[in-house]
């Protein structure tokens, strides 16, 4: 495929036309129409003839050659801009702390390079720089690079390369749309606080944190009118990880994660999923997903291999859209455990429960009032409450809520005012002091949003 442009192009076309143009006249009172001026004719004006346009603009108008072996090129992007305030429980002095400031919380910048009408590959540049993200600049990363065979086997495409991971994007998509303010609940960190010098600088988190939207492996996805799924294999680690997280060299046992969402459509709309358009379509999913995963890596736990535990995760998922509203609600049990006896020793054990539901209520065109509250339980099986009063056992217990309006200002943009409330229920001192750990992580947000889609 080879395309010239010129920014003059416009300028360039008049210029042509008044070249290399017939000009004609029109005879007043009977309309006919002459190439030459005389007594009772009116100038038209230049005209080019269709069939001599194109080799006239190619002449006249100068560009750069762009060649690509591809039969079209696409692209596309997604921008969330806003201010954020926070305010935290007490830190190390026994008093509260805030944080304020912008954020670009996502930059999407997306090439589709299409083989055919169906087959592409798609590569999305992802930058950005959040208040809790712990850098001093926006970090780029590469959050997709795939190939996608749309007809691999019968109702079903695949995704192979830095691809989705079946449960996110499908969330997001189709039932919690506000990423711009919030991920969803399996992903999202509620609340972050840097520890003191005590803990080496060390950054503490309440919340799920138990998947990301994007890894290396292949994705199978498939569409019927009435069912739905995504079945995936991939290195298990996503397309952030750490360094320390490179642990597919470590363990001889099975190293991948082995993913899947099967979903049924009672009212037959599995083929537009994804894609609907939630202020007119009426649908209804019920999902069953989840992951098992035996190549997790903390290193704040244990140093290399040791470091190591298995993940297995199960998720319940139910919505229903209708053009007035919105209501979605999951259950979600997740257990962590050690990889191996020397990570066993060191307690690598958590159990994880979470409930989750939110809502949209649409009262007038291009407005919409959301909310959402989320509640996650914790326990460790292999430890138990010390003598000294640090009770372990109630570490990572939260809930949190969210609530906001959205006015839709055009096709392309979307504004949001959202206010979010995280309460972490650990009651543990830490290092002799009388604030609790949960008061730290707890936090009080205030969002404006932009939402920019071309």
């Known amino acids: 495929m ?8 416009l300028a360039a076309l008049a210029s ?33 003839q269709e069939n001599n346009l194109a080799d006239m603009m190619s002449k006249e108008v100068k560009g750069i050659p762009v060649t690509s072996k591809a039969k079209k090129i696409e692209f596309s992007g997604t921008h969330y801009f806003g201010f954020t305030s926070n305010s935290y429980g007490a830190n190390n002095n026994g008093n509260g702390s805030s944080s304020a400031g912008f ?23 992802d930058a950005t720089k959040e208040l809790e993200s712990g850098t001093t600049n926006a970090n780029a990363y590469v959050k997709y690079a795939y190939l996608w065979l749309d007809k691999i086997l019968p109702y079903t495409g695949a995704e192979i390369g830095i691809a989705h991971r079946p449960w996110i994007d499908y969330e997001e998509h189709n039932s919690w749309y506000y990423r711009s303010i919030n991920k969803v609940t399996v992903e999202d960190k509620f609340s972050c606080y840097i520890s003191d010098a005590n803990d080496k600088g060390k950054t503490t988190c309440v919340g799920p944190d138990l998947v990301n939207s994007a890894d290396l492996g292949v994705n199978f996805k498939t569409k019927t009118d009435y069912f739905t799924s995504e079945l995936g294999i991939f290195n298990g680690e996503g397309y952030h990880a750490d360094k320390n997280a490179n642990n597919q060299k470590n363990s001889n046992e099975g190293q991948l994660s082995y993913e899947w969402r099967l979903t049924a459509h009672p009212l037959g709309d599995g083929k537009k999923v994804g894609k609907y358009d939630k202020t007119k379509d009426m649908f209804a999913h ?3 997903a989840g992951l098992s995963s035996k190549n997790h890596k903390d290193d704040n736990l244990m140093v290399g291999d040791n470091g190591e535990y298995d993940r ?49 209520v649409r009262p007038v065109k291009d407005w919409t009032i959301l909310a959402r509250y989320d ?24 809930t949190q809520w969210i609530a906001g309006v959205s006015y839709k200002y055009s096709k392309n943009i979307n504004f ?13 001192p830490v290092n002799g002091q009388t604030y609790k750990v949960g008061d730290r992580l707890d936090k009080k947000t205030f969002m404006v949003t932009t939402e920019v889609k071309w």
């Open 2 to 9: 080879k395309l010239r442009a010129s920014l003059v192009a």
């Open 16 to 48: 042509v036309a008044s070249a290399s143009g017939l000009t004609l006249y029109e005879d007043i009172k009977t309309k006919q129409i002459f190439t030459e001026p005389g007594e009772g004719r009116q100038k038209l004006g230049s005209f080019v």
């Open 103 to 125: 954020e670009a919380r996502r930059n999407y910048v997306q090439l589709k390079a299409f083989f055919n009408d169906k087959d592409y590959f798609r590569v999305t540049l």
């Open 286 to 288: 019920l999902s069953f």
């Open 312 to 360: 297995d995760m199960y998720i319940l998922h139910g919505v229903f859209n209708h053009p007035y509203g919105l209501i979605a609600a999951q259950y979600v049990d997740a257990k962590d455990r050690g990889h191996n006896d020397a990570a066993r020793l060191n307690k690598v054990a958590r159990d994880m429960t979470i409930w989750s539901i939110n809502g949209e």
């Open 375 to 398: 509640d996650m339980k914790t326990e460790y099986p292999d430890q138990v409450a010390s003598p000294a009063g640090n009770n372990e056992l109630n570490v990572g217990d939260a």
């Open 416 to 428: 949001i005012a959202s206010y979010k409330e995280v309460d972490a229920k650990d009651n543990s």
